[in-house]
C-alpha cells in the first residue's frame, strides 16, 4: 500500500495538552506513587519522589488533573492544607473505604506541577460542596493582592499566587458527582463557573463536565445552555474488553479479546465525531475545546489487591491503545483541546509502577515518549488507507516529520510506502517498541522486557520512505525534508 503525505501544507496544531495526564486520590496514584513524605527512604524533594518525577518529565508532561475523578466531588480543600499533623483525616469512599491523612493538599499539588514544569488542571467540588467553598479555593491559589484567601496561603507558607490553567466545574456528574440530569448540572455549571473568577492576568479555562462516553443528549443540553460560559466540555471513554460489569484480565486474554480492545480503542473517533458534530450546532468556530480527561484501559485489578485501588498491569496491548488514541485526538485537533490518560502511577493504564523503591515504566510510557515529538506541532495530512491494523499521524515541527505508525496485528509484519511532496533529506532517528507476546510487559523483577530500541527496516528512494513494521509494535520515524 502506499499513503500520500502532503507535507507542504499547512494544518493544525496537535496541542501538547493532548498528551495531558490524571492523578486521582485513589489506590497508590498520589500517596506511594508521586508522593512518599519527605521523611520516606525513598529519594523525594519535598516528599515528591525523585524518579517518579524525572521519567515524568523525560516525557514532557504537559499539564496533570488533580485531585479526582470521583474524588473531587467528595473533596474538601480546606481539609488540605496548614500544618500537616493538624489536617482532618477522611475516608475515601469512592476508592477502598482508606482512610487517608490529607498530608497531600494543595501546597503539595502545586509543589508537584513545579517540579514537573507542568501546568495545573484543578477539578473543583460540585457534587458536595458549596459555590462559597469553590469560589474561596480558587482566590487561595490564584489571588496575588490582599485578601482573605490570599492571607491565609502566605500564613501556610507561599507567598506568590500559583499559576491555575485550568478548571473543572465538576466532574462525572452524570455520576459519581451527583447523579444530575443534564438540565441541572446545566444550571449548576452557570451558576459555579461565575464564581471560579480571574483574579490575575491569567485566563482560567473554565471545563464543564461532560458526557459519559455516547450520552449526546448530555452534550446537546450542555451546549445549548452553556456553551458560552465554557471553553471546554469534558468526554469520559475506558475500553473494557468484556464490558464494564466484568472488564477482561490485564495479562490473560486471547487473540479474540486482543482484537476487541483495539476495536474499542478506536471507537473513540466516531465519539468525538458524533459529540463534535453536537458542538458544531452552537460553537462553529470550535473555540470550546473536547476535553477527554479520563480515557485508557479499565481491566480487572491484579489478582491479591484491593479492588478499589484499581491496580493493572500494562501489557503491548495497552500500548497499541494508547497508540490508536493518540492518533485519533491528532485527527480532531481542531477540536479535542486536552485528554489526560488515566492514571498518571499505580492505577489503571499507568505510565508508571512502583513498589517500595522500585519503578518500572510501562508500555504506554514508551508510547507517550515515542509520541512527544508531535506535542504543539502541525498536524499533516494525508491521503490513502493503510490496513485494518494500521493506524498512523504525521506532523512537522520546522524542518522535520515526524511520523508515528502502530501496527496492532498479533503476528507477521506489515510493509507500507508513504510518499512525500519533497525530497526525503535524510532519517533522522527512528525507534520502536514492539511485543514478543500478546501479554509482554515490564515488572520489578524484568522491568526492561519492553523498551524503546532502535528501528531499521526501512528504506528511502527520492521522495519515498517504505517501511517493513512489525506486528504489536508501534514506530517513530523522523525526517528531514
Known amino acids: 500500500m502506499t499513503i500520500k503525505i502532503l507535507n507542504t501544507k499547512s494544518g493544525t496544531t496537535i496541542s501538547k495538552y493532548i498528551y495531558g495526564h490524571f492523578s486521582e486520590h485513589l489506590g497508590r496514584c498520589i500517596y506511594e506513587g508521586l508522593y512518599v513524605g519527605e521523611d520516606s527512604p525513598i ?13 515524568l518529565k523525560n516525557i514532557k508532561i504537559p499539564v496533570l488533573r488533580w485531585p479526582g475523578g470521583c474524588f473531587a466531588d467528595e473533596y474538601h480543600w480546606k481539609d488540605g492544607i496548614g500544618p500537616k499533623e493538624n489536617r482532618k483525616t477522611i475516608v ?15 501546597h503539595e499539588f502545586f509543589e508537584l506541577v513545579k517540579q514537573l514544569e507542568c501546568e495545573a488542571y484543578v477539578n473543583g467540588n460540585v457534587g458536595s460542596g458549596t459555590v462559597q467553598e ?33 478548571f473543572g466545574v465538576g466532574n462525572e456528574n452524570w455520576g459519581c458527582g451527583g447523579n444530575m440530569r443534564p438540565e441541572y448540572y446545566a444550571d449548576l455549571y452557570r451558576r459555579y ?14 471545563v464543564a463536565g461532560g458526557a459519559n462516553v455516547d450520552d449526546y443528549h448530555w452534550t446537546k443540553t450542555l451546549m445549548k445552555n452553556a456553551h458560552w460560559l465554557m471553553d471546554g466540555l469534558s468526554l469520559h471513554y475506558y475500553v473494557h474488553p468484556q464490558g464494564w460489569e466484568k472488564k477482561g484480565s490485564a495479562l490473560a486474554f486471547d487473540e479474540a479479546e486482543w482484537i476487541i480492545t483495539c476495536q474499542k480503542a478506536a471507537h473513540m473517533d466516531e465519539l468525538i465525531t458524533r459529540h463534535s458534530a453536537i458542538m458544531d450546532q452552537y460553537d462553529p468556530e470550535k473555540r ?3 476535553i477527554v480527561d479520563e480515557w485508557g484501559t479499565w481491566f480487572s485489578a491484579e489478582p491479591g489487591t484491593n479492588p478499589g485501588f484499581l491496580y493493572q498491569q500494562n501489557t503491548i496491548r ?29 492505577v489503571l493504564q499507568a505510565m508508571i509502577l512502583t513498589d517500595g523503591e522500585k519503578m518500572v515504566k510501562t508500555p504506554s510510557y514508551h508510547v507517550f515518549d515515542l509520541y512527544k515529538v508531535h506535542q ?18 504525521v506532523s512537522k515541527q520546522a524542518d522535520t516529520l515526524h511520523l508515528s505508525i502502530c501496527n496492532f496485528a498479533v503476528s507477521g509484519s506489515e510493509a507500507i510506502s508513504f510518499d512525500f511532496e519533497t525530497a526525503i533529506q535524510g532519517i533522522k532517528e527512528a525507534r520502536y517498541i514492539v511485543g514478543d507476546k500478546m501479554n509482554a510487559h515490564n515488572d520489578f523483577d524484568h522491568p526492561e522486557d519492553v523498551v524503546i530500541q532502535s528501528f531499521e527496516d526501512y528504506t528511502t528512494n527520492n521522495s519515498q520512505l517504505t517501511i517493513n513494521i512489525p506486528a504489536m509494535s508501534v514506530l517513530t520515524i523522523s525526517l528531514a525534508v
Open 43 to 55: 529519594p523525594n524533594k519535598n516528599g515528591m519522589r525523585t524518579d517518579v518525577v524525572e521519567a
Open 92 to 106: 475515601n469512599t469512592h476508592w477502598g473505604g482508606v482512610t487517608e491523612n490529607n498530608h497531600f493538599g494543595t
Open 134 to 166: 469553590m469560589s474561596e479555593w480558587v482566590e487561595y491559589i490564584t489571588m496575588n493582592g490582599i485578601s482573605p484567601m490570599a492571607d491565609w496561603r502566605r500564613e501556610n507558607g507561599h507567598e506568590e499566587a500559583w499559576s491555575m490553567k485550568f
Open 193 to 206: 463557573q461565575t464564581y471560579v473568577r480571574q483574579y490575575g492576568d491569567q485566563k482560567i479555562y473554565k
Open 288 to 290: 470550546v475545546g473536547i
Open 318 to 346: 495497552d500500548a497499541m491503545v494508547a497508540a490508536i488514541t493518540l492518533n485519533i485526538f491528532h485527527k480532531h485537533a481542531e477540536r479535542v483541546h486536552m485528554a489526560n490518560i488515566a492514571q498518571t502511577v499505580n
Open 376 to 393: 504543539d506541532a502541525e498536524r499533516i495530512e494525508s491521503h490513502g488507507a493503510a490496513s485494518e491494523t494500521i493506524t498512523y499521524t
